[in-house]
């Protein structure tokens, strides 16, 4: 207990410590949040660019099992794969030897809301008949 007439000390921080304090924590969270959301952005983008890699590998490997040597023309089909659909567009070309097609694979996604699509890969490869 103090003694009378004498003051006692109170120990703590004053408003302006703390308003300097929650600003500085205020940046920081302000950069990690923007730092989590490019994370984010970035990880859906390369799971997108993974699925149409696949999908257009898997048409390309489908295309030189088959029995029949394909014939120049273009192949659009929408496919729903990982929970997403995606829209495939299959473009065989004449190459000067009779005997080679190249082959164009683009795989793109299909916005539903805005029944729109956005390309995501193309595969570009040769197939011969032997």
Do not use: C
Request: charged share 25%.
């Amino acid at each position: 207990m103090p003694e009378a007439g004498t003051r006692m000390e109170l120990k703590g921080f004053t408003l302006l410590e703390v308003m300097i304090a929650l600003l500085i924590f205020t940046i920081g969270a302000a950069g990690l949040i923007k730092g989590m959301s490019q994370i984010v952005t970035q990880h859906t983008r390369l799971e997108d660019k993974t699925f149409a890699n696949w999908i257009a590998e898997n048409r390309f490997h489908e295309l030189r099992l088959a029995k029949t040597f394909p014939s120049p023309g273009e192949k659009k089909e929408d496919v729903e794969y990982a929970s997403k659909e995606w829209v495939v567009v299959e473009k065989i070309i004449k190459t000067p030897n009779p005997f080679m097609r190249r082959v164009e694979i683009s795989v793109q996604l299909l916005d539903a809301e805005s029944n729109s699509t956005k390309q995501v890969h193309l595969t570009t490869g040769f197939i011969g008949n032997l």
